[in-house]
Structure formats: structure tokens, C-alpha cells
């Protein structure tokens, strides 16, 4: 699977980015996809994921209510939509993906990554 993200960029507090995550290789539909992020000095920590299959999601708390994750099957691609950023979701995201039917949130158990994509929110 070779993950490309992209959408990442400088946003005042307050503003919206989209994030996309475009897959190839086997079938989209077979796994699990995961957004993470890390901020200078610190571990990667999951943010959203969604079972493409059936569309089911999970977020962080600290995301939950301002970040949407979703997917289009017809581009195998993945989304996400952040809203309301605040300074402290500074951080380079990545997608990620988990052959594992479920989502999980320990990054350590995902099988493929992106390159990752740089987001900043000033204040």
C-alpha cells in the first residue's frame, strides 16, 4: 500500500484545513485508515479513523466535535476535515493504514504510512 497525504499548511486559531490521503495497492475497502499526528518533542498520537468498509469512526477527545474523518471509495481516498484548529493541533499528520479490521489507536500497530504533511495554527 503507498500512502500520499497532502492539504496541510498555515492556518490562523479558529480556521479550517482539509487533509487528504490518497491510497494505492489493495483494495480500498480492506482496511482500516488512521490519521496521527506529532508535535516537535513528542509521540505520535492518533487523531481520527475509519473503517472504509462500512464507514464506522472513531476520534481523539481532543478532537472530538471539531475533526471529521471520511472517505470516497471511488478515489481511495481518505479525509480529514479539521475545524476550529486551535495552536495546539500544531503538528506534522500522517495517514496511516491497519489491515486489521478495526480501528485502533496505538500507531505502532499500523502497517503502512504516509509521508506525512505539515500543519500549523498560529495564534
Known amino acids: 500500500v503507498q500512502l500520499q497525504a497532502s492539504g496541510g499548511g498555515l492556518v490562523q486559531a479558529g480556521g479550517s484545513l482539509r487533509l487528504s490521503c490518497v491510497a494505492s495497492g489493495p483494495p480500498f475497502s480492506s482496511y482500516v485508515m488512521g490519521w496521527f499526528r506529532q508535535a516537535p518533542g513528542k509521540e505520535r498520537e492518533f487523531v481520527a479513523g475509519?473503517?472504509?468498509?462500512?464507514?464506522?469512526?472513531y476520534y481523539a477527545d481532543s478532537v472530538k466535535g471539531r475533526f471529521t474523518i471520511s472517505r470516497d471509495s471511488a478515489k481511495n481516498t481518505v479525509y480529514l476535515q479539521m475545524n476550529s484548529l486551535k495552536p495546539e493541533d500544531t503538528a506534522v499528520y500522517y495517514c496511516?493504514?491497519?489491515?486489521?479490521?478495526?480501528?485502533?489507536?496505538?500507531?505502532?500497530?499500523?502497517?503502512?504510512w504516509g509521508q506525512g504533511t505539515q500543519v500549523t495554527v498560529s495564534s
Open positions: 475509519i473503517i472504509v468498509n462500512n464507514g464506522k469512526k
Open positions: 496511516a493504514v491497519d489491515l486489521v479490521r478495526d480501528v485502533r489507536t496505538d500507531a505502532s500497530l499500523y502497517d503502512y
